[in-house]
T-cell receptor
Framework: NAGVTQTPKFRILKIGQSMTLQCTQD?????MYWYRQDPGMGLKLIYY???????DKGEVPNGYNVSRSTTEDFPLRLELAAPSQTSVYFC?????????FGPGTRLTVL | QKEVEQDPGPLSVPEGAIVSLNCTYS??????FMWYRQYSRKGPELLMY????GNKEDGRFTAQVDKSSKYISLFIRDSQPSDSATYLC???????????FGKGTRLSVIA
């Protein structure tokens, strides 16, 4: 099993550009999550999903969108990139109480 | 008051020392308590998991939860340079509700 995979690993965007961060898990987990991690600030929840077709906002959803059309995939969309979205983004999945994290996407918006 | 408070450090200890990492929280509904370890430029990985109050031991690691004081701890015995990482506490109200993370404590174990 590959676990949770994320692409790309790194990306530089210009202000106003859009992009999709991809997340895939092969563990058949129902629950999936997107977090952002800023230096010294821990992990903040952006969006989460309890199953295909169901998504919900987390603590910091503004400027982001998600979809969950399959159990395996949970893409995160940035429509109009802003410098405040410069961060490291982690996707996670869980079956019950243990969350498994991907390796992260390091995003810089200039 | 933030929901979960964790001293960000950095904490630097000599090899072989006993390390104590702590978090306090304000939400009395939290029932699930976890410690994640995060190496530089990697994703967090689950280190210890405790449900409700009590202690749990796994090798050199011991997790303690005191719900009456809203205080959790992670102890590392005989610390090794390979323990150098950021340690994040996390907690939730039920098994699949989103986790609330502390800011993380950066630990360096010096050989």
């Amino acid at each position: 099993n590959a676990g949770v995979t994320q692409t790309p690993k790194f990306r530089i965007l210009k202000i106003g550009q859009s992009m999709t961060l991809q997340c895939t898990q092969d563990m058949n987990h129902n629950y999936m999550y997107w977090y952002r991690q800023d230096p010294g600030m821990g992990l903040k929840l952006i969006y989460y999903s309890v199953g295909a077709g169901i998504t919900d906002k987390g603590e910091v959803p503004n400027g982001y969108n998600v979809s969950r059309s399959t159990t395996e995939d949970f893409p995160l969309r940035l429509e109009l990139a802003a410098p405040s979205q410069t961060s490291v983004y982690f996707c996670a999945s869980s079956l019950s109480d243990t969350q498994y994290f991907g390796p992260g996407t390091r995003l810089t918006v200039l | 008051q933030k929901e979960v408070e964790q001293d960000p450090g950095p904490l630097s200890v000599p090899e072989g020392a006993i390390v104590s990492l702590n978090c306090t929280y304000s939400n009395s509904a939290f029932q699930y308590f976890m410690w994640y370890r995060q190496y530089s430029r990697k994703g967090p990985e689950l280190l210890m998991y405790t449900y409700s109050s009590g202690n749990k031991e796994d090798g050199r690691f011991t997790a303690q939860v005191d719900k009456s004081s809203k205080y959790i701890s992670l102890f590392i015995r005989d610390s090794q340079p390979s323990d150098s990482a950021t340690y994040l506490c996390a907690m939730s109200e039920s098994g699949n509700t989103p986790l609330v993370f502390g800011k993380g404590t950066r630990l360096s174990v010096i050989a």
